[in-house]
């Protein structure tokens, strides 16, 4: 190799790629509680889900402005790039999915009253599909910043709002009560919505923008799903059925959670094509 091929080692301060990427940052963020060496993989990987759903979110905000503006194509690209995310999301279960009770009870104590139900991103990852609820921003007082953005997002359209006033727009009987909903308040199933789906799903090109939108929308929705159900296992394995971390009530909760579908009437408007 020539002297000329050779790669820049020597840099004024820190390397261009520790400044973008903040690498230092990231590998040392990492301070564990207990003595158990297993501890280290829990944290990490709680860690690495925080970052996925810091660039879901991205992705889903991306795509409710994009539909909020008409641009379909935009909306789709972040909808299909969201879609690979969830996937390496869900794939994150995996280096703690095996713990026995034991290992996980080995460094339990170190979480206290530390839970996922009290993960900001992820609450606005939910607030995004649909789920919301004013009572999930009390865990969030003591951190204004936080607290400011998942208080508007919960005041903004989900990701399915935006959808639907799409639907609208273009012509389909999406109800007034519906568009005009309290955006604060869970969404909940319409029977009118589920027949829109129905329309859309029913015509003889299946290879139009809408169809293509509910499929990307369907894709999302399937991931989710087996996020949820992922985390139940995970949780029954770790501990049973004893009461969760944060004192949640662990796999019951996670059971109902598991049983919901997001954006419900791209589900069941199924049965009528």
Known sequence: ?????????????????????????????????????????????????????????????????????????????????????????????????????AQFNAYRDALGEGSGFQSAMYRRMEFLLGDKSASMLVPHRGAPRVHAELEKALHEPSLYDEVLRLLARRGYAVPAEVLERDLAQKYEPSEAVEHVWAEVYGGPDQDTELVRLGEALTDVGELVWRWRNDHLVATRRAMGSKVGTGGSAGVSWLEKRARKNVFPELWTARSHV
């Open 1 to 101: 190799m020539s002297h000329d091929s050779a790669p820049n080692l020597d840099f004024a301060g820190t390397t261009p790629y520790e400044d973008y990427v903040q690498a230092d940052v990231l590998t040392h963020l990492q301070h564990p509680r207990s003595d158990d060496p297993g501890e280290m993989v829990f944290l990490v990987t709680t860690q690495v889900m925080e970052l996925w759903f810091t660039v879901v979110v991205h992705e889903w905000e991306t795509a409710a402005r994009a539909l909020r503006e008409d641009r379909i194509p935009v909306a789709m690209d972040a909808l299909k790039r969201s879609a690979r995310e969830l996937e390496a999301l869900n794939a994150s279960w995996k280096p703690i999915a095996n713990l026995t009770p």
